[in-house]
């Protein structure tokens, strides 16, 4: 039997602290406390508390998980401090840098304290089914016991990958953080080219929704890469070719997925630091 999570400290458990808190609750994590405005209810022996002042000060995590709106995270830093002199942080804040949180951080402990040692995490929203990706980096002084804690957190929710050069991480944001987006709205516009075309509303709903999903599982099953999945689809001279020579032409898909990726990665930069209090 694996051994039990240790106990956490999640600070916000909206959309993505519930998907990850949701798939801890399968490992069991030791009693944890949850920090949430909207959040009902956590199961016992978990404690879900409003804000982090409501936290015993003896309460020791093994982790702190921060996922609240980056734009929010500076206001909870003071009183998250004591915590953070002695447990590792993983922060899933899209675009706040490991150095830009850590210096922020840094302002509000004591001191004499160290470092803390801050792991930063893209996820995305497929995780609150365990089918997420998660890219993860943790410089110094995270230690390997701490990215090993972190593996373990976030395979609870899906695949988890790393990188050594921070940088990576606007583009990683751009496809595997924001992807989901563009995986839907291609399903929202086979839909609709349907409808324009004369197919019955709930008809071409159905059969744009499947194929996506069932594109994807296939993806997954087979372990097959993508492009050999597309030529399987393909006959030489068939519909799906005719399809393809349009998508596939240099000044359409390439061109168009390159220039939405580099503008959300573009973002992912500017997003970067400090945010003003909304
Ligand atoms: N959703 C995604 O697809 C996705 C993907 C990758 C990364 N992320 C990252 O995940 C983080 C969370 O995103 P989300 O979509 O899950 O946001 P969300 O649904 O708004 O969840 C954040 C939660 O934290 C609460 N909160 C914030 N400050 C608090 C405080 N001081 N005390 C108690 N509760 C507090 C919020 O309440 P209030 O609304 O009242 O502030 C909210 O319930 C973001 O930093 C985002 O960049 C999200």
């Not at 751009?174 to 839907?184: E, K, L, M």
Request: aromatic residues 4%; glycine residues 8%; proline residues 10%.
């Amino acid at each position: 039997m694996s051994e039990l999570l240790p106990p956490l400290l999640l600070v916000g458990c909206g959309k993505m602290g519930g998907a990850m808190f949701d798939g801890w609750l399968k490992e069991g994590p030791a009693p944890s406390f949850i920090v949430d405005r909207h959040r009902d209810s956590v199961p016992p022996p978990h404690q879900l508390v409003r804000s982090l002042d409501a936290v015993p000060a003896s309460f020791r995590p093994g982790m702190i998980v921060l996922a609240t709106k980056p734009q929010k995270v500076d206001a909870v830093l003071p009183a998250l401090a004591p915590f953070a002199a002695h447990a590792p942080v993983l922060s899933v804040l899209a675009g706040r840098t490991v150095e830009s949180l850590a210096t922020a951080l840094n302002a509000c402990l004591p001191a004499g304290s160290g470092a803390p040692a801050i792991i930063r995490a893209m996820p995305n929203t497929p995780s609150a089914i365990g089918q997420g990706m998660t890219v993860c980096y943790a410089p110094p002084p995270a230690t390997s016991a701490d990215r090993r804690l972190c593996a373990r957190l976030l395979s609870a929710v899906g695949e988890v990958a790393w990188i050594d050069h921070e940088d990576q991480m606007d583009m990683v944001t751009a496809i595997s953080g924001s992807g989901p987006a563009y995986v839907f709205l291609l399903a929202e516009l086979l839909e609709q080219v349907g409808i324009n075309h004369g197919l019955p509303a709930p008809l071409a709903r159905q059969i744009a929704r499947q194929t996506v999903a069932g594109s994807g599982a296939l993806m997954q099953a087979s372990g097959l890469d993508a492009a050999t999945l597309r030529q399987n689809v393909t006959s030489p001279g068939g519909t799906t070719q005719q399809a393809l020579a349009v998508l596939m032409a240099p000044d359409a898909w390439p061109a168009t997925l390159d220039a939405a990726l580099a503008a959300a990665a573009r973002r992912a930069r500017e997003l970067s630091g400090p945010q003003p209090v909304s």
